[in-house]
T-cell receptor, first 110, second 112 residues
Framework: EDQVTQSPEALRLQEGESSSLNCSYT??????LFWYRQDPGKGPEFLFT???AGEEKEKERLKATLTKKESFLHITAPKPEDSATYLC???????????FGQGTELSVKP | NAGVTQTPKFQVLKTGQSMTLQCAQD?????MSWYRQDPGMGLRLIHY???????DQGEVPNGYNVSRSTTEDFPLRLLSAAPSQTSVYFC???????????FGSGTRLTVV
């Protein structure tokens, strides 16, 4: 069965405390893996796309990596404004549609 | 550039009523999708389109209908609303199947 699993469901960090979020996937014919950020009451905001194992992308305090089975979103020295739900999604086979994970709710306290 | 615009933002329906959720994008994107987001269930694909005149079903299509007569618009129709359709609905678009989608701000629907 094609699926995407994110862990942990929730993560609480102190400001400056680095950590990682995990996204594992089981799909045939991966075309791309996407990371999104979602703030309460808003739509998901696109962060990164990763296409092949070994690829890395960075944006400010965020760094996304991809292996053949999972992706990690590393958050370095987070700030309270990084608090949000982070969603992972994959595009597979013919593309055009995404499977989303359940998300990780990140809370960063000052 | 407005991006992806969804209307209405909030809606309350009675069981059995029908309605259309509107979605419009001004980025000339070929790919458009509708998702619903429920607590503990994540985002689930309802219907998607790879271009004007072309639509297909996603994971949870029952009770919903779509059409794509123009590149810009992708309305979602609820045929006969049920309480199980209470959810937050998101429309998204992308210029390429392998590129990140841009999401609208959502429609919060309650069916009583």
């Amino acid at each position: 069965e094609d699926q995407v699993t994110q862990s942990p469901e929730a993560l609480r960090l102190q400001e400056g405390e680095s950590s990682s979020l995990n996204c594992s996937y089981t799909v045939s014919g991966l075309r791309g893996l996407f990371w999104y950020r979602q703030d309460p009451g808003k739509g998901p905001e696109f962060l990164f796309t990763l296409y092949s194992a070994g690829e890395e992308k960075e944006k400010e305090r965020l760094k996304a990596t991809l292996t053949k089975k999972e992706s990690f979103l590393h958050i370095t020295a987070p700030k309270p404004e990084d608090s949000a739900t982070y969603l992972c999604a994959v595009s597979y086979n013919q593309g055009g549609k995404l499977i989303f994970g359940q998300g990780t709710e990140l809370s960063v306290k000052p | 550039n407005a991006g992806v615009t969804q209307t209405p933002k909030f809606q309350v329906l009675k069981t059995g009523q029908s309605m259309t959720l509107q979605c419009a994008q001004d980025m000339n994107h070929e790919y458009m999708s509708w998702y619903r987001q429920d607590p503990g269930m994540g985002l689930r694909l309802i219907h998607y389109s790879v271009g004007a005149g072309i639509t297909d079903q996603g994971e949870v299509p029952n009770g919903y209908n779509v059409s794509r007569s123009t590149t810009e618009d992708f309305p979602l129709r609820l045929l006969s609303a049920a309480p199980s359709q209470t959810s937050v609905y998101f429309c998204a678009s992308s210029y390429d199947r392998d590129y990140g989608y841009t999401f609208g701000s959502g429609t919060r629907l309650t069916v009583v």
